[in-house]
């Protein structure tokens, strides 16, 4: 079982920088594929950026490419989303996720259903 806590939300105006984090039990987090997902309150969730087990490949969805940076520290089980030039369109719930056995292209990483855990959600509102 791996539990998922992420944490870094707030509320921030437009143009400002947030980073979230997601920590991650167990000892097998270096072999996961790690992803963020966001939901608007009212909309289906969103794929929002990827990493591989190694950090080394990376996939965004077309919202935040260019804007959002993420990243992965596995001596520390802990996976980060930095978010830069935030938009009120970014307001959501972000998830992130875990795909214990993923291959890293991008249709696998970008469908939710592919993820095996998640966690509970941090909130993100941006204000115009």
């Known amino acids: 079982q791996v539990q998922l806590v992420e944490s870094g939300g707030g509320l921030v105006q437009a143009g400002d920088s947030l980073r979230l984090s997601c920590a991650a039990s167990g000892r097998t987090f270096s072999t996961y594929v790690m992803g963020w997902f966001r939901q608007a309150p009212g909309k289906e969730r969103e794929f929002v950026a990827a990493?591989?087990?190694?950090?080394?490949?990376?996939y965004y969805g077309n919202t935040v490419k260019g804007r959002f940076t993420i990243s992965r520290d596995n001596a520390k089980n802990t996976v980060y989303l930095q978010m830069n030039s935030l938009k009120p369109e970014d307001t959501a719930v972000y998830y992130c996720a875990a795909q214990v056995l993923g291959r890293f292209i991008p249709v696998t990483v970008s469908t939710d259903s592919r993820y095996d855990y998640w966690g509970q959600g941090t909130q993100v509102t941006v204000s115009s």
């Open positions: 990493i591989s087990w190694n950090g080394g490949s990376t």
